[in-house]
């Protein structure tokens, strides 16, 4: 191959990229040929007469391009590709295999081996210009696609940190999991399927009198619905009882619980009446009296409680209820029972009754029932904790959650 002076490469292009090349011929005559074309249009040219040459010379040196003869003796320029390939490298190295064989199923061998290119022996030099060319423009390419991956990673590892912090935060809200109030002991649950999540429990107490509990679901997932989980826990929350909407100060002397059913209305109206705010949840909120067991609550499309008995019966309580925040003017219909002495009650979110189980059919009520019948024996955190594991052995994925899961179990001692 005769270089003609006319021969050059745009330096932007090889500069940026490609700037090292590996030339490889067992021919001493073609070696130097190559090499000086390659130097003369400004590369940095490694050469070596052999596979097994080249092959430590990549071991020590990164090349960005590899020129490489196709038939040598002991380790041919195929093998060579091959072990190229399964080098560890930062990035990508362009590899152009020179040959005299033009047949579609040499070239397929070729390119299964890892060859990105060919250059029909003898080399035409404005060929090889043009073949180096396009070698960097995607070497280019693939750099500046390793820059942006690179800028995207950092982004997405800030973004999971602001997670992470967000999770603390957001698990908080729930601050202590169980509570004993001598007559009474209410459990707690939060299992967000992500970071973050849309469900909430909690509890308050601003007397000796009784305890009000509530479980929530916000629609959808991820960051907007905790959001909306942290919004509606300052309108719950038990740290700052004058600010609690559950909560009304009579005689300006000591805080009792309002009726829940006014409760489920003040929520809906300031969550109804936000035009940014979108989302709406599905509540139960409930209060117990210590002194008789009696229990009204309020359920606002959330699931129904379910009513454990100390005998071991079950039954389910309430028929349903519109969604807070979905709509404006809305009514809710308080629902009352007693509670006797060993009475459970557990509050839970959809997570747990519409979990898909592997089968591909959902556990639903009636795999409560029997999830919850394998946990009889313990109780508080520990009746949660069980019910949470059994939960996850049965589902279609296993310990991976597909929605939030949370839980409030309320137990009732009595005098």
């Not at 290119?117 to 995607?138: M, Q, W």
Request: charged residues 25%; negative net charge.
């Amino acid at each position: 191959m005769q270089p003609k002076p006319a021969d050059t490469i745009a330096a932007s292009t090889s500069e940026a990229s490609l700037q090292r090349v590996l030339v490889v011929d067992d021919s001493p005559v073609q070696l130097k040929i190559l090499c000086a074309v390659m130097r003369r249009w400004g590369f940095e040219v490694l050469e070596a007469s052999s596979g097994e040459q080249a092959l430590e010379i990549c071991r020590t040196m990164v090349p960005d391009a590899v020129l490489s003869d196709w038939m040598m003796p002991g380790m041919d320029g195929l093998e060579f590709c091959r072990q190229f390939r399964e080098l560890k490298r930062d990035r990508y190295g362009y590899f152009i295999l020179l040959t005299s064989k033009g047949e579609k199923e040499e070239i397929a061998r070729g390119l299964d081996a890892g060859a990105d290119d060919f250059l029909t022996k003898p080399v035409n030099s404005y060929e090889l210009r043009a073949r180096i060319n396009a070698g960097a423009r995607i070497l280019s390419m693939q750099r500046q696609l390793s820059d942006t991956l690179g800028r995207l990673r950092s982004a997405y590892d800030a973004i999971d940190r602001d997670l992470r912090q967000a999770r603390t935060i957001q698990e908080a809200l729930v601050p202590e999991r169980s509570r004993d109030f001598g007559t009474a002991r209410v459990s707690l649950l939060l299992k967000p399927c992500g970071h973050v999540g849309g469900d909430l429990v909690g509890m308050f107490s601003p007397n000796a009198t009784g305890v009000g509990v509530y479980s929530l679901d916000v629609s959808g997932h991820g960051i907007t619905s905790a959001l909306m989980t942290a919004r509606v826990a300052g309108y719950l929350g038990n740290d700052f009882p004058d600010q609690n909407i559950a909560l009304e100060r009579r005689y300006n002397k000591f805080l009792a619980f309002r009726p829940p059913e006014e409760v489920a209305v003040r929520l809906n109206d300031r969550l109804s009446a936000d035009p940014g705010v979108l989302e709406y949840l599905t509540m139960v909120y409930m209060t117990l009296n210590f002194a008789t067991g009696d229990v009204t609550l309020v359920q606002a499309g959330h699931p129904p409680p379910l009513l454990i008995r100390a005998d071991g019966s079950m039954s389910f309580i309430g028929e349903g209820g519109l969604p807070v925040g979905l709509v404006t003017g809305v009514s809710y219909t308080p629902i009352q029972f007693a509670m006797a002495p060993g009475d459970r009650l557990l509050l839970y979110s959809d997570g747990i009754t519409e979990a898909e189980l592997k089968d591909n059919t959902m556990l639903e009520e009636d795999g409560l029932r029997a999830l919850v019948g394998r946990c009889l024996a313990a109780s508080g955190t520990e009746f949660l904790d069980d019910l949470y594991w059994n939960l996850s052995q049965i589902t279609r994925k296993g310990t991976a959650l597909q929605d939030d899961v949370s839980a409030a179990l309320v137990e009732y001692v009595g005098c």
